[in-house]
C-alpha cells in the first residue's frame, strides 16, 4: 500500500527553522516526483517545491531560498528544510507522490498525499 506520512511540524518563533520529514512506504521514493504543498488557515493549498527522481528540484518563487527539498533515498523519506519563518508561513504542509507529476505545481498531478502536518509560526 502506497503511503507518505508527514512529520515534524510544531509551533515555532519568527526567525526560527524547522525540518519536516515525509516518510514514504509501499513505492521507493527516488522513482517518484516527490512534492511539498501546504495550505495556510482559510486559502487553497500551495505548491512549495518538487525533487524529481534524478533528483533536479523546482521551487516557487516566493520561498526560494528560504524553502530547501532534499531526499534520503537510504531512509526513504523526503524533507523540508524551512529557514527564517514568519507567520505567514502558517500552515497545514503535505507532502504529495506521483511517478510522474506531469505539472509540478498542480495537485491533481500527484496521487498519493500525506495527512498533513501543522506548522504556527508566532511573532
Known amino acids: 500500500q502506497v503511503q507518505v506520512v508527514e512529520h515534524g511540524g510544531g509551533s515555532v518563533q519568527t526567525g526560527d527553522s524547522l525540518r519536516l520529514s515525509c516518510v514514504a512506504s509501499?513505492?521507493?521514493?527516488?522513482?517518484?516526483?516527490m512534492a511539498w504543498f501546504r495550505q495556510p488557515p482559510g486559502q487553497g493549498r500551495e505548491w512549495l517545491g518538487t525533487v524529481r527522481p534524478d533528483r533536479t528540484t523546482a521551487y516557487p518563487g516566493g520561498v526560494k531560498g528560504r524553502f530547501t527539498i532534499s531526499r534520503d533515498d537510504d531512509e526513504n523519506t523526503l524533507y523540508l528544510q524551512m529557514d527564517n519563518l514568519k507567520p505567514e508561513d502558517t500552515a497545514t504542509y503535505y507532502c504529495?507522490?506521483?511517478?510522474?507529476?506531469?505539472?509540478?505545481?498542480?495537485?491533481?498531478?500527484?496521487?498519493?498525499w500525506g495527512q498533513g502536518t501543522q506548522v504556527t509560526v508566532s511573532s
Open positions: 504529495a507522490a506521483d511517478p510522474r507529476a506531469l505539472f509540478q505545481l498542480y495537485q491533481p498531478s500527484y496521487q498519493y
Open positions: 509501499g513505492f521507493t521514493a527516488r522513482a517518484y516526483d
